[in-house]
């Protein structure tokens, strides 16, 4: 079993900045990968970006450049750096972990970007 808490998540004005976090209960190199999903209302949840355990990344299109997903080993904690957001940026944004062939996630944790 794999716990998730993420946090970090509030309102935002545009062009500002959020630093996601997303604490993990297992060590987290056991895990193949995490991931940032987000859903804004009335839409599908949607993958934002994934950091495999040899490190390897993955961006959706629209946060390229402006989102970075990261990892503190030390910490078992899981980040989604977020610079430059945008109004359709608002959602809310879950972390995920593929391990032991299962899937786990989080409780979510809301971000608004209004002005």
């Known amino acids: 079993q794999v716990e998730l808490v993420e946090s970090g998540g509030g309102l935002v004005q545009p062009g500002g900045s959020l630093r996601l976090s997303c604490a993990v209960s297992v060590d987290i190199l056991s895990i193949n990968t995490l991931a940032w999903y987000r859903q804004a209302p009335g839409k599908e949840r949607d993958l934002v970006a994934a950091?495999?355990?040899?490190?390897?990344?993955y961006y959706t299109e629209s946060v390229k450049d402006r989102f970075t997903i990261s990892r503190d080993d030390a910490k078992n904690t899981l980040y989604l750096q977020m610079n430059n957001l945008e109004p359709d940026d608002t959602a809310d944004y879950y972390c995920k972990a593929d391990a032991y062939g299962l899937h786990f996630w989080g409780q979510g944790t809301q971000v608004t970007v209004s002005s």
């Open positions: 950091l495999t355990s040899d490190d390897r990344t």
